[in-house]
């Protein structure tokens, strides 16, 4: 992720720069050979192999829905939502003070 550019780009909150996260369960029934894939069940109630994505976003502008993607990461059977979400914000703050030296 190049944070140093995102912050050229994106404009700040009040001072601070804005970031989302996302958790997404990806479908991959064709993917026999995906070692790390999972079985969930949709809430349609179809089960289905794939994985999940958990991805941190910089948002652009208040006023549009534009973002730069910071970090993704496939998702491991012990990783939670909000376990991954701590690990990318840790790893977004180093990375920015890193490129503020």
């Known amino acids: 992720a190049n944070l140093e550019m995102f912050s050229k780009r994106c404009k700040l909150l009040d001072g601070h720069s804005v970031f989302s996260g996302d958790g997404t369960f990806i479908k991959r029934q064709e993917a026999k050979t995906m070692s790390e894939r999972?079985?969930?069940?949709l809430p349609t109630g179809e089960l289905v192999y794939g994985h999940?994505?958990?991805?941190?976003?910089?948002?652009?502008?208040?006023?549009n829905s534009w973002v730069g993607v910071a970090l993704e990461n496939r998702m491991k059977a012990t990783d939670t939502v909000t376990s991954m979400?701590?690990?990318?914000?840790l790893e977004?703050?180093?990375?920015?003070?890193?490129?503020?030296?």
């Open 52 to 63: 999940e994505t958990y991805w941190t976003v910089q948002l652009a502008d208040q006023d």
């Open 85 to 89: 979400a701590a690990k990318h914000m």
């Open 38 to 41: 999972v079985m969930k069940r």
């Open 92 to 101: 977004i703050d180093s990375k920015s003070k890193t490129d503020k030296s």
